[in-house]
């Protein structure tokens, strides 16, 4: 258990009720105000008590090993992917989907966490909601989303595909693919992904660049869906078992 200090913000309507394997139980939330010495209090201080994820962050566990093989990161990132498809499935978009933000527990399963920018992607009639604030963090953010504060619209939950890309890749590889989307690098990979890995020493299955184009494509109207993600043949290929992952941290 983790007593977390959090913002007002964060605390999302319906994140409490979410209940998935690969979700970060929150299991309370409130508000409290200290007293000074003077007598006076504090504006409200807001935290949550969630799961304590002791093998901390995916981004560290992927940093040590300087990418993941095939099999491994197959393992990790459809923990990522079955996340996120229970999100969308309760009418979020979490538009903050980072390495950072998967954990892992005691036994190296993942859960996702910091929901501060989900937003509702459903409206009162049950009708798709568009959204348009500019959030998240800049390596991860889908290109329709740049200089969107109140201008156009975006799906949500195809921006959180795009981040999901940028996980995979900095999962396989270990390095980012790009600053930033639409930059030199993203359209170097978008072009010619295989010479663009092959100028960092990278190699990587055919079928697993497809599912990065597919899901780090500019147009959000062609990129996939969760439910293409989550069907991609490259899942079905194997996972590395538990052994596998309790022999690589091991070895780092």
Not at 109 to 114: N, P, Q, R, S
Not at 203 to 227: C, F, H, N, W
Request: glycine content about 6%.
């Amino acid at each position: 258990m983790l007593l977390k200090k959090t913002w007002e913000s964060d605390l999302v309507p319906g994140y409490e009720e979410m209940d998935h394997p690969n979700v970060l139980k929150v299991m309370g939330a409130g508000s409290a105000s200290l007293i000074k010495l003077d007598g006076t209090k504090t504006s409200p201080r807001y935290f949550t008590v969630t799961d304590f994820c002791e093998n901390g962050e995916l981004f560290d566990f992927v940093s040590a090993a300087k990418g993941l093989n095939s099999s491994m990161t197959r393992r990790f990132f459809l923990q990522c992917v079955h996340a996120v498809n229970y999100v969308h499935r309760k009418g979020f978009a979490h538009r903050d989907l980072k390495m950072e933000n998967f954990f892992l527990d005691a036994d190296y399963y993942v859960k996702l966490a910091d929901f501060g920018l989900c937003k509702k992607t459903i409206d009162r009639n049950g009708q798709k909601k568009l959204l348009r604030t500019y959030c998240g963090s800049e390596t991860y953010i889908a290109p329709e989303m740049r200089g969107h504060v109140s201008e156009e619209l975006y799906d949500g939950q195809k921006a959180d595909i795009f981040s999901l890309g940028v996980i995979l890749y900095i999962m396989l590889t270990g390095l980012l693919p790009f600053r930033k989307a639409l930059d030199n690098h993203y359209q170097e990979f978008m072009n010619d992904p295989i010479a663009h890995l092959e100028s960092y020493g990278k190699k990587l299955e055919p079928a697993v660049i497809e599912l990065l184009m597919g899901m780090l494509e500019q147009d959000p109207a062609k990129r996939m869906d969760i439910s293409k993600v989550l069907t991609h043949r490259w899942l079905d290929y194997g996972c590395a078992t538990r052994a596998d992952v309790q022999s690589l941290v091991k070895s780092n």
